[in-house]
């Protein structure tokens, strides 16, 4: 397989008061688009109680119609939020848009580093990491048996059966998202490829983490290396001068809003990095944090992460504090895919 582009999309309101139904028919529309112009996958976020900023709450609901609108490109969750989920309504739910895409859904799970979507559900965060993976046992054991029994901490099922099975066999792909330090070596005993992102962090540091799970990867006895796929903030524009003038208001708007996410993160490492963040410039965001650049500044950026940091392929965010006008935003996705892409095929 070769480098994977993707589209991480958040189902934002585009404009100031945009009512649900336009939010949702405009980003339909866009996902259109991207299939049309030949984007790989179209990965969608979910986000709970942040009602100015998005309408994805129910990101398989909105995969399933993403499936009935498109043929070929494939559908991701990133991340499905797994301790927020009942595991066999989730285990059916997956199987559903599998079948309904035929094959073309990817599921992206994650803990979430957001504690608001948490408490609006009464799950305390302190049991995240445990209910992610009593929940994942669960989902692989309904997609693959024809029943099956489980007692856990937080679920127990006796001889219950998930309708219908996944098109894709035995399940369909499995990544996870990696933040806190010691989740790196973990997810690669394991063996799952892993999602990375860098809105607070920065592009070089991720170079030990990516280390420490190729290591345990290797070292557990898996197949091949170990694929990490890098979620990455970034906006391209005809010319360089032009990409970083227009990003540069949303940029910024979102690192802003990223300090107060940050001081209530139950993420060691993200409460650490809060003070660089608070008085961070646009000149020290565009050296190591974000890809922004015309096609020529931007292949050569990606095949740099690309050799230096071995990435198998990126989850593009064109929109990074959500205040880039979708013109804009839809000139930069079709760049991508018309000047940037063909560099990697």
Same mark, same amino acid.
């Given at each position: 397989?070769?480098?994977?582009?993707?589209?991480?999309?958040?189902?934002?309101?585009?404009?100031?008061?945009?009512?649900?139904?336009?939010?949702?028919?405009?980003?339909?529309?866009?996902?259109?688009?991207?299939?049309?112009?030949?984007?790989?996958?179209?990965?969608?976020?979910?986000?709970?109680?942040?009602?100015?900023?998005?309408?994805?709450?129910?990101?398989?609901?909105?995969?399933?119609?993403?499936?009935?609108?498109?043929?070929?490109?494939?559908?991701?969750?990133?991340?499905?939020?797994?301790?927020?989920?009942?595991?066999?309504?989730?285990?059916?739910?997956?199987?559903?848009?599998?079948?309904?895409?035929?094959?073309?859904?990817?599921?992206?799970?994650?803990?979430?580093?957001?504690?608001?979507?948490?408490?609006?559900?009464?799950?305390?965060?302190?049991?995240?990491?445990?209910?992610?993976?009593?929940?994942?046992?669960?989902?692989?054991?309904?997609?693959?048996?024809?029943?099956?029994?489980?007692?856990?901490?937080?679920?127990?099922?006796?001889?219950?059966?998930?309708?219908?099975?996944?098109?894709?066999?035995?399940?369909?792909?499995?990544?996870?998202?990696?933040?806190?330090?010691?989740?790196?070596?973990?997810?690669?005993?394991? =063996?799952?490829?892993?999602?990375?992102?860098?809105?607070?962090?920065?592009?070089?540091?991720?170079?030990?983490?990516?280390?420490?799970? @190729?290591?345990?990867?290797?070292?557990?006895?898996?197949?091949?290396?170990?694929?990490?796929?890098?979620?990455?903030?970034?906006?391209?524009?005809?010319?360089?001068?032009?990409?970083?003038?227009?990003?540069?208001?949303?940029?910024?708007?979102?690192?802003?809003?990223?300090?107060?996410?940050?001081? =209530?993160?139950?993420?060691?490492?993200? @409460?650490?990095?809060?003070?660089?963040?608070?008085?961070?410039?646009?000149?020290?965001?565009?050296?190591?944090?974000?890809?922004?650049?015309?096609?020529?500044?931007?292949?050569?950026?990606?095949?740099?992460?690309?050799?230096?940091?071995?990435?198998?392929?990126?989850?593009?965010?064109?929109?990074?504090?959500?205040?880039?006008?979708?013109?804009?935003?839809?000139?930069?996705?079709?760049?991508?895919?018309?000047?940037?892409?063909?560099?990697?095929?």
């Amino acid at each position: 397989m070769g480098f994977e582009f993707g589209w991480y999309h958040e189902f934002h309101r585009q404009v100031a008061g945009q009512s649900d139904a336009d939010a949702f028919e405009q980003g339909f529309q866009q996902v259109e688009a991207a299939e049309r112009w030949g984007l790989d996958v179209f990965w969608l976020a979910e986000i709970h109680q942040q009602a100015a900023r998005s309408v994805l709450s129910a990101p398989l609901n909105v995969a399933s119609a993403i499936a009935a609108r498109t043929s070929r490109i494939k559908i991701g969750t990133a991340v499905h939020v797994l301790p927020l989920t009942h595991p066999l309504r989730l285990a059916e739910e997956t199987g559903t848009v599998d079948e309904i895409s035929r094959g073309r859904l990817i599921l992206g799970a994650g803990r979430s580093g957001n504690p608001r979507g948490y408490r609006a559900y009464g799950v305390p965060y302190e049991e995240s990491r445990e209910r992610f993976y009593e929940t994942l046992e669960i989902l692989k054991l309904a997609w693959t048996e024809d029943q099956f029994s489980y007692e856990g901490k937080y679920h127990s099922f006796d001889n219950a059966r998930a309708v219908p099975r996944p098109y894709q066999k035995p399940h369909p792909p499995i990544r996870i998202a990696g933040a806190s330090e010691d989740t790196f070596p973990m997810l690669g005993k394991l =063996g799952y490829p892993l999602f990375v992102s860098v809105r607070s962090a920065s592009l070089s540091g991720l170079a030990p983490d990516i280390k420490a799970y @190729r290591e345990a990867y290797t070292e557990a006895g898996h197949k091949g290396r170990g694929e990490v796929y890098l979620r990455l903030s970034m906006h391209v524009g005809e010319t360089d001068r032009k990409a970083i003038e227009e990003g540069e208001p949303s940029i910024m708007a979102g690192y802003r809003s990223l300090t107060t996410r940050l001081e =209530g993160s139950p993420n060691r490492r993200r @409460r650490a990095e809060l003070e660089e963040i608070r008085t961070i410039t646009y000149e020290e965001v565009l050296r190591d944090k974000v890809v922004v650049g015309g096609p020529e500044r931007v292949a050569d950026k990606l095949k740099w992460l690309q050799d230096d940091l071995g990435i198998d392929g990126i989850l593009a965010e064109l929109n990074f504090g959500s205040a880039i006008p979708a013109e804009l935003m839809m000139r930069s996705l079709r760049l991508l895919c018309e000047r940037v892409i063909p560099h990697f095929k």
